[in-house]
């Protein structure tokens, strides 16, 4: 099939149909900490004449490492970063002729912009930096050729010395940057721009000088202070983010003006020269004072200083805004994949896919669906060419699963000489004789049962009819050419593994645990339309020893094996072992009654680990099959055995050079351990119940290189746990798995797969195999350039998943992408998905802290995300002053996400997070898709009061950020693992009735973790709020009320993420600013 050639009509099976002949249909539906620490940046210090900087106040930077960060880059030690690769003027890495743009077209240009509504009360002026001239801004976007996101956003400059009061030298509570009024430095006034900066342009302080007079309102589209109207040919107009402050240039229609602010607003102190610092003369280089002008257009009049305004929170990029238009724009019509090189909607829209010829966004997401067509273009933007694979994603009941192809004995057809399948992107010639492999262009015969005649277009005439000829996503059912050892496999098997030490028992887990699984038996995965699950089950208890249970049907009683060897671990059993629940029931069910009584006097505190997990291993190997172990353990494995650990938490290494021993596991037993589990395609499933210190980092190993999970139930007790435990062992159990696996990723000639991030294992380079590979799980993959790429064919992605299915068949699923390739930045730009940029980011830097100090990796991040938006400020921006943070429209979040990701647990943990948190989180993280860690990351912030109350739908959420928060409302938070219900302090006396049956505020319980069932609307609207948010999350999230004022608010601000955070993270506004401090030396 030609890609490129237009869409074609929907295939016949867009929709559910019956199956077509020889095919089968799948089953695949689808406390507060001390004070912060010292300040992680240094203080942000604007540029003086000449550009030479005053030693920085805060923490020098370290020197990098080689080959740590994604560019070239040398650290100075007074803590400034010098960078040669961006140098005036000049481009890195290519020829000039790939960056310079042609300028837009003016548009048609009315009259120039008269003041209107209230007198004004300052003039907006752009910061001119002292001394500065960027000569390498001038280039300009080419019109769009695709399509477009809106006018890329701009923030004038920061720069000036302000009071090193945290991190990036934030300023005082009180008062934030003032966006909404520049400082220019003495100078003069520039001449009126023909052509304004082609952005929304929001201001920061800038050093020295008096301060102008702004004005309020705003303006009409396309429209800017300093310049005549210009649309931008490269870019969709689209609506600014709510109101926009004074002196804002966004092409779009008109916004309400924003509030009025009086010079004599109370609580900001008055500064002296309305700069921070000490007043200054005029400066070299500049005649004089800058010359304001109090109106629009007319003469200039003397400078009036002004106090310091707090930022508007609006002026800034806001992910609530770019979540809504998203879902406006977005929502509503399906995503149809006919098209290479879509960006799909964003994951927090809620859209329908048609498969057309290329693989869902919920299959595969990427950074950029538009890669520069040379390495040296690439090296240059620094945007990371990655993508976001979900193989077997559980898709939602409207979109119909992965078609299974069955091509008998001869299998599916491959090219000979890479190996790709069969897909839409090959071309067929010669009458439909023979076929061109698309990836790597090798020419193959079709055999003769695969022929087929071709129509007018050169497409096959059975085309719609194969699904591997015109869907992006399919499988095959695998021949015994592809099982091991040349025969088919059997059944997979479960083995619970149960631990009976005196703490499983004492907190009443064990109880707990039989219990569920007297029921939960029932519900093992199916498949299609089976009666019964295929899956066998098995059973061992431990503490220092191993106990195996023989559950045969025709045993009146289950009888119990005990193994006190741990250091030569076997399987006493083999017949009676591993058994079928219905056959088997009446045994289960005695055995699970009376495990929790044969141990209910245990004083056994002792724990082993590695032989359990051995034990289970070498089960599945007897019996011949795949399967997963699930194993309930409590506590740090002490007793004498194989992978005994020892205690070696030390808060003290935090921030030293050690600190990534702690993420290390202690010992290279589980590593070894995990390899033979993955050659068995055994998959383990850790439940950790601790209490103290269990060693995270070591006992994950296992389940992280075997493609399981880990879940982590701190403190458990009963009554207040039970709920998430069960809950999510019942999706664990029950979710779709795939055994045994091995995925590769075949791509076109000019890219190749470099580097691969998740839970699983590689005994190669080109091989991710995995032990099980369940629905929840990604393998994120990262691209070079190996050849430069040509425009016309565009990069191909396919990736080859094999694997075991829950009834034992051999299966291939196969996921197709093409992707748009360019020659312009711009294109780039315009085609990012920043979702996709951060959980990539994330995934980079969570591995990082295995092997650098995590100051280190967190250099490493800001470096690489300033190259990528200098590059583009440098590149696709239209000419304008130094003192503008311009950012493209796809990336204008890339600085709030990444900041989110500096200030989280793993890279700037708080005086509370235990070093099992972070081991934990660092894990969990490695394999999430992009919607998760796009709520990890940044949590969501429901009010919960202000919608109607006879609303369905969601409330729209708020900013993440305790000035959004009223006293008189409640609020919801959720970022995927925890969520929490925030009460004000003076909420309505009826209100708290409705939702907690208390009298008043002071009679609600804080840290409560259940709301209680109430026949009233708002209770049963809140109730059913947090049970859909529940559903849509891989892990049961824990409810915890938070009251206003109480002492659990400082572990629910911890999400406020847009806020300064206790141990030392720097609020947005703090980072933005440190962002464009480092942009500019970068192009300086």
């Given at each position: ?710 879940y982590k139930y701190a403190c458990f007790q009963v009554e207040n746990d039970q709920e998430r435990f069960l809950s999510d062992l019942r999706r664990d159990v029950q979710k779709v798995v795939g055994f045994d696996a091995v995925m590769r990723v075949r791509t076109s000639t000019g890219i190749r797969a470099v580097d ?329």
């Amino acid at each position: 099939m030609n890609v490129n050639q237009s869409a074609p009509p929907v295939p016949p099976f867009g929709q559910n149909q019956p199956i077509y002949p020889g095919y089968h249909q799948s089953s695949y539906g689808g406390q507060p900490g001390p004070a912060g620490p010292a300040t992680p940046y240094a203080a942000y210090n604007g540029p003086v004449p000449g550009y030479q900087q005053t030693p920085l106040q805060g923490v020098p930077r370290a020197p990098t490492p080689s080959g740590a960060p994604p560019a070239s880059t040398a650290q100075a030690p007074c803590g400034q970063t010098t960078y040669g690769q961006f140098g005036q003027g000049d481009i890195q890495n290519g020829p000039s002729s790939t960056a310079q743009m042609q300028r837009p077209p003016v548009a048609s240009q009315p009259a120039v912009l008269q003041p209107y509504g209230p007198p004004p009360t300052s003039t907006q002026v752009t910061a001119q930096l002292a001394g500065m001239q960027i000569s390498g801004a001038a280039s300009q976007a080419p019109p769009s050729s695709g399509l477009g996101y809106g006018p890329p956003t701009s923030l004038a400059s920061a720069s000036g010395s302000f009071p090193n009061s945290g991190p990036y030298g934030s300023y005082p509570q009180s008062q934030a940057p003032p966006l909404s009024q520049a400082q220019g430095h003495p100078g003069v006034q520039p001449p009126l721009r023909s052509a304004p900066p082609l952005a929304s342009s929001f201001t920061s302080p800038a050093s020295g000088g008096p301060r102008m007079p702004s004005m309020t309102g705003p303006l009409p589209p396309g429209q800017g202070f300093g310049g005549l109207p210009v649309n931008q040919p490269n870019h969709v107009s689209s609506p600014p983010a709510h109101a926009l402050p004074p002196g804002t240039q966004m092409t779009g229609p008109p916004v309400p003006p924003p509030p009025m602010h009086s010079p004599q607003q109370p609580g900001y102190q008055l500064q002296q020269n309305g700069s921070f610092g000490p007043a200054r003369g005029p400066q070299s280089n500049y005649e004089s004072p800058y010359p304001g002008a109090p109106t629009f257009g007319s003469q200039p009049g003397p400078p009036q200083p002004l106090p310091p305004k707090r930022l508007d929170p609006d002026a800034i990029p806001s992910p609530i805004q770019v979540i809504e238009d998203d879902r406006n724009n977005r929502g509503s019509e399906p995503f149809v994949t006919g098209v290479r090189g879509q960006v799909p909607p964003l994951v927090t829209t809620n859209f329908l896919v048609k498969d057309q010829g290329n693989a869902s966004p919920r299959y595969i997401r990427c950074t950029s669906y538009n890669i520069p067509c040379t390495s040296d273009m690439a090296k240059q933007a620094q945007v990371p060419l990655a993508a976001v694979i979900k193989p077997l994603a559980r898709l939602p009941p409207e979109e119909a699963s992965p078609y299974v192809v069955d091509h008998g004995e001869s299998g599916p057809l491959r090219c000979n000489r890479c190996k790709a399948y069969m897909c839409p992107l090959m071309t067929f010639i010669e009458g439909g004789r023979r076929f061109q492999c698309s990836f790597c262009s090798c020419i193959n015969d079709v055999p003769p049962q695969y022929f087929q005649h071709l129509d007018h277009t050169g497409k096959r005439v059975d085309a719609y009819d194969r699904p591997e000829l015109s869907l992006g996503s399919y499988e095959f059912l695998a021949t015994v050419d592809y099982c091991k050892n040349n025969k088919f496999p059997g059944p997979p098997a479960f083995i619970f593994m149960i631990d009976v030490s005196y703490n499983a028992i004492r907190t009443g887990l064990v109880r707990l645990l039989c219990e569920e699984l007297k029921s939960l038996l029932d519900y093992l995965p199916r498949e299609g339309g089976a009666e019964e699950s295929a899956i066998r089950v098995g059973f061992v208890t431990y503490n220092k020893v191993l106990h195996f249970y023989n559950v045969k049907s025709s045993l009146a009683q289950p009888q119990m094996m005990v193994v006190s060897d741990v250091a030569d671990m076997f399987v006493p059993l083999l017949d009676g072992f591993l058994v079928s629940v219905n056959e088997s029931r009446a045994v289960i069910t005695s055995l699970l009654d009376q495990i929790p009584e044969m141990f209910a006097d245990t004083r056994e505190t002792e724990t082993v680990f590695a032989p359990v997990i051995q034990a289970g291993m070498e089960a599945l190997k007897a019996a011949e099959c795949a399967g997963k172990l699930f194993v309930f353990h409590t506590s740090l494995p002490i007793a004498e055995a194989p992978g005994k650990l020892k205690n070696r938490d030390d808060r003290k290494l935090i921030n030293t050079d050690k600190e990534k021993t702690l993420f290390q596991p202690q010992t290279g037993t589980y590593q070894t351990l995990a390899k033979d589990c993955v050659a068995q395609g055994c998959c383990v499933d850790l439940f950790l119940f601790p209490n103290q210190y269990v060693d995270v980092a070591t006992l994950s190993v296992v389940p992280q290189l075997t493609g399981g999970s880990v879940y982590k139930y701190a403190c458990f007790q009963v009554e207040n746990d039970q709920e998430r435990f069960l809950s999510d062992l019942r999706r664990d159990v029950q979710k779709v798995v795939g055994f045994d696996a091995v995925m590769r990723v075949r791509t076109s000639t000019g890219i190749r797969a470099v580097d691969f991030f998740g839970a699983f294992y590689m005994s190669n380079t080109t091989d991710v195999e995995l032990a099980g590979l369940d629905e929840d799980k990604t393998v994120t993959v990262e691209f070079k350039h190996d050849d430069r790429l040509s425009e016309e064919s565009g990069p191909l992605l396919q990736c080859a998943l094999l694997y075991t299915s829950c009834a034992g068949q051999r299966r291939l699923r196969i996921h197709n992408l093409a992707l748009n390739c360019c020659t312009q930045l711009a294109d780039l730009y315009r085609n990012c998905e920043t979702d996709t940029l951060i959980n990539y980011m994330a995934k980079f830097a969570y591995r990082g802290v295995l092997n650098s100090p995590v100051k280190t990796v967190r250099d490493t991040l800001i470096t690489q995300c300033a190259q990528i938006l200098a590059c583009y400020r440098k590149n696709c921006a239209s000419p304008s002053s130094a003192g503008q943070l311009i950012l493209p429209e796809c990336m204008k979040l890339l600085p709030v996400y990444l900041n989110c990701v500096l200030k989280s647990d793993v890279l700037q943990p708080g005086a509370e997070v235990t070093t099992d948190d972070r081991a934990y989180v660092r894990q969990l993280v490695s394999s999430m898709d992009v919607a998760e860690t796009n709520v990890f990351f940044y949590p969501r912030l429901l009010p919960l009061t202000k919608s109607p109350m006879d609303s369905t739908t969601e409330p729209p959420a708020v900013r993440a950020s305790e000035e959004r928060l009223s006293s008189g409302d409640i609020y919801l938070l959720e970022n995927g693992l925890s969520l929490f219900v925030w009460v004000g302090a003076s909420v309505q006396q009826g209100v708290v009735q409705s939702l907690f049956n208390a009298s008043s505020f002071s009679q609600v319980t804080s840290g409560l973790s259940v709301l209680p069932v109430l026949d009233n609307p708002l209770s049963k609207k809140v109730r059913g709020l947090i049970d859909n948010l529940r559903a849509q999350r891989m892990r049961y999230m824990k409810l915890i009320v938070v009251k206003q004022e109480d002492k659990l608010e400082m572990l629910f601000k911890h999400f406020l993420v847009e806020d300064k955070s206790l141990s030392g993270g720097a609020s947005y506004v703090d980072f933005l600013c440190h962002m464009h401090k480092e942009i500019r030396q970068l192009l300086s």
